[in-house]
């Protein structure tokens, strides 16, 4: 029998098929969201007391440098962020609960709507039977529907002594963040830059969308104050929050006024409602957004559906708000953190990348 001795070379390391890595990390992937999505009750809470950490960060780091002691910091921290939350939460409820009571009225009128299309398409030629299938719904089942929307928007908050609780100690610790990062800096500077990738691009994505948000929702409220919708302030509000679901909030938003302004004017002020919605949203989202920030979040635009898409499913209503933020985290986390990875840029951000290009222009700005 012979020994290995410290002259014996290594046996040669068996790397494992390409494809077999891709099927282990597609198999690692499915599990950790099933935990993430059996756990979605704590982790979305989590990760919007992260967010909002992340984007109040900047105020704290502002306040020291002006000479505040630290405790004063981040007090003054906490209270904007507390006084936000709060605000919204109370707002939504008290709008919601007004809204409940005026729903009932409008019983008689969606019935009489629901008979006039009904005589609409016997008079056209169409059977009785295929009228019945066509408008086989009810008042109870559309309001229901429209309660859901309004109910999963509040339900964003359910955790909100958990997240006020999570926000109190985050605070705190970020107290030590940018000394820790300047440690972590000498030691391993890809996951510094990374998670700096990331904090810049939340911050950016939060405030271009409650800016922009904020100018949405005085002008939906104002236009459906002048056509008459009942609670405009409501209808804002819900535009103002869904403003931070990519590509589609405005619709979950345009919903309710809608069919309210079916309910009060008939189809016309519907389809003025819609057509107002669509304007401003479109201008606004498509024209001027743009020209002042470009693409803040770095994200293809299939991209951002389908972290709309699985998020959603995965957290919830909470998941479809906090998309773009847990999408740019995952990326920092997965790829920006290993140089090795970088190539995956090219594929999923807004803009043609180039990581060899990048790396090249480095070296020749050292």
Same mark, same amino acid.
């Given at each position: 029998?012979?020994?290995?001795?410290?002259?014996?070379?290594?046996?040669?390391?068996?790397?494992?098929?390409?494809?077999?890595?891709?099927? /282990?990390?597609?198999?690692?992937?499915?599990?950790?969201?099933?935990?993430?999505?059996?756990?979605?009750?704590?982790?979305? $809470?989590?990760?919007?007391?992260?967010?909002?950490?992340?984007?109040?960060? $900047?105020?704290?780091? *502002? /306040?020291?440098?002006?000479?505040?002691?630290?405790?004063?910091?981040?007090?003054?921290?906490?209270?904007?962020?507390?006084?936000? @939350?709060?605000?919204?939460?109370?707002?939504?409820?008290?709008?919601?609960?007004?809204?409940?009571?005026?729903?009932?009225?409008?019983?008689?009128?969606?019935?009489?709507?629901? !008979?006039?299309?009904?005589?609409?398409?016997?008079?056209?030629?169409?059977?009785?039977?295929?009228?019945?299938?066509?408008?086989?719904?009810?008042?109870?089942?559309?309001?229901?529907?429209?309660?859901?929307?309004?109910?999963?928007?509040?339900?964003?908050?359910?955790? @909100?002594?958990?997240?006020?609780?999570?926000?109190?100690?985050?605070?705190?610790?970020?107290?030590?963040?940018?000394?820790? +990062?300047?440690?972590?800096?000498?030691?391993?500077?890809?996951?510094?830059?990374?998670?700096?990738?990331?904090?810049?691009?939340?911050?950016?994505?939060?405030?271009?969308?409650?800016?922009?948000?904020?100018?949405?929702?005085?002008?939906?409220?104002?236009?459906?104050?002048?056509?008459?919708?009942?609670?405009?302030?409501?209808?804002?509000? /819900?535009?103002?929050?869904?403003?931070?679901?990519?590509?589609?909030?405005?619709? +979950?938003?345009?919903?309710?006024?809608?069919?309210?302004?079916?309910?009060?004017?008939?189809?016309?002020?519907?389809?003025?409602?819609?057509?107002?919605?669509?304007?401003?949203?479109?201008?606004?989202? &498509?024209?001027?957004?743009?020209?002042?920030?470009?693409?803040?979040?770095?994200?293809?635009?299939?991209?951002?559906?389908?972290?709309?898409?699985? *998020?959603?499913?995965?957290?919830?209503?909470?998941?479809?708000? +906090?998309?773009? $933020?847990?999408?740019?985290?995952?990326?920092?986390?997965?790829?920006?953190?290993?140089?090795?990875?970088? *190539?995956?840029? &090219?594929?999923?951000? !807004?803009?043609?990348?180039? $990581?060899? !290009?990048?790396?090249?222009?480095?070296?020749?700005?050292?």
């Amino acid at each position: 029998m012979r020994f290995a001795s410290a002259e014996t070379p290594e046996a040669p390391r068996w790397a494992l098929p390409r494809a077999v890595i891709v099927l /282990l990390g597609l198999a690692a992937t499915v599990i950790v969201i099933a935990g993430m999505k059996a756990f979605a009750g704590v982790i979305g $809470p989590t990760f919007l007391a992260l967010i909002l950490t992340v984007g109040i960060h $900047p105020l704290h780091t *502002w /306040l020291r440098r002006k000479g505040f002691p630290t405790w004063v910091a981040v007090a003054a921290v906490l209270a904007v962020v507390y006084g936000i @939350l709060l605000g919204l939460v109370v707002a939504l409820a008290l709008s919601i609960a007004q809204f409940a009571t005026t729903l009932p009225t409008y019983q008689d009128k969606f019935d009489d709507l629901l !008979a006039q299309a009904r005589q609409l398409l016997e008079a056209r030629g169409i059977g009785q039977d295929e009228v019945q299938k066509a408008l086989n719904i009810d008042a109870d089942r559309v309001f229901n529907i429209v309660t859901a929307i309004l109910d999963s928007t509040l339900g964003v908050f359910s955790g @909100l002594v958990f997240v006020i609780t999570l926000l109190l100690f985050m605070t705190v610790d970020a107290v030590s963040y940018d000394r820790r +990062l300047s440690i972590l800096q000498r030691m391993r500077p890809d996951i510094v830059s990374a998670l700096a990738t990331f904090s810049s691009g939340t911050r950016k994505y939060l405030l271009v969308s409650t800016v922009f948000g904020l100018i949405v929702a005085v002008l939906d409220t104002g236009a459906l104050s002048l056509i008459g919708i009942p609670l405009p302030i409501l209808w804002g509000l /819900l535009s103002f929050i869904t403003n931070y679901i990519p590509n589609i909030g405005f619709v +979950l938003g345009l919903i309710p006024p809608a069919l309210l302004g079916l309910l009060e004017g008939g189809p016309g002020t519907m389809l003025l409602v819609i057509a107002v919605y669509s304007v401003i949203n479109v201008v606004i989202e &498509s024209v001027i957004q743009p020209k002042f920030v470009g693409d803040t979040a770095d994200i293809s635009v299939t991209l951002t559906v389908l972290a709309l898409v699985v *998020w959603g499913w995965v957290l919830g209503p909470l998941g479809a708000l +906090l998309a773009i $933020p847990l999408t740019l985290l995952a990326r920092a986390l997965l790829v920006d953190i290993d140089p090795s990875t970088r *190539w995956v840029d &090219s594929l999923v951000s !807004a803009k043609v990348v180039d $990581p060899a !290009a990048e790396e090249d222009e480095e070296k020749e700005v050292e």
